[in-house]
């Protein structure tokens, strides 16, 4: 039977699960980025039962397009060392499509999904979940009611400002080159930042440029309104 070889863009795509997948479906191979040093629980729990079957692959570098290279070389590679293998490349990075245009012209059976079928995939905060007042929660306190999703209600709480969002709206209004055009080089950009975001800060810096209505960010394309360089 073909191998078939599941490649998860780890920088674009981060699955808390493997969705209805079992050990014995495929290989995994889980390409991480040069910061990203954690993985979550729940993935890492569902492929241990994939034992040698499922791979972390960590880069070197953090170049624009790095980490894609890094997928397109894998598949060159274990296409040619298991000849009818099949490959399924998880991003939402369609920069992939004409690669897997190409591998197609060659014989290799190849498709990008946008996620794991199934899988739990957490989705970056919006700025309305950032502006939503916490509620603690004690043994006393009573569920609180459903708010009306009215214009009065929506303006009442706003979250404090992000204690590095003007350094960031300076320097993004600042660049003299393009600026990134898809959350994933953005979010390589703000890990060039002196000093740099960590990997579990970029969601959050990420929602405070939306709340402020600096970025837009529609599927994997990034908007700016900012003043020119």
Not at 38 to 52: E, I, Y
């Amino acid at each position: 039977m073909p191998r078939h070889y599941i490649l998860v863009d780890f920088e674009n795509v981060q699955p808390a699960s493997l969705g209805a997948l079992k050990a014995g479906d495929a290989y995994i191979k889980v390409f991480a980025g040069q910061h990203q040093t954690r993985v979550d629980l729940g993935l890492a729990q569902a492929l241990q039962p994939f034992g040698t079957h499922a791979e972390y692959i960590q880069i070197t570098g953090s170049g624009k397009d790095a980490l894609d290279f890094h997928i397109a070389f894998y598949i060159g590679r274990l296409s040619a060392e298991h000849p009818g293998a099949t490959f399924t490349i998880v991003s939402r990075d369609t920069g992939f499509d004409p690669l897997v245009k190409h591998t197609a012209k060659l014989g290799i059976a190849c498709k990008r999904v946008a996620t794991i079928p199934g899988a739990n995939v957490p989705k970056l905060p919006s700025a309305k979940a950032d502006a939503a007042p916490v509620v603690a929660a004690t043994k006393t306190a009573k569920p609180a009611k459903p708010a009306k999703a009215t214009k009065k209600t929506t303006k009442v709480a706003k979250a404090a400002p992000h204690p590095r969002l003007a350094k960031v709206l300076e320097r993004l209004a600042g660049m003299k080159t393009a600026r990134p055009a898809t959350l994933k080089s953005l979010r390589s950009t703000l890990k060039s930042f002196a000093p740099p975001f960590a990997e579990d800060e970029l969601d959050g810096i990420l929602a405070a440029l939306q709340a402020h209505g600096a970025i837009a960010i529609a599927g994997t394309k990034v908007t700016y309104a900012l003043p020119a360089a």
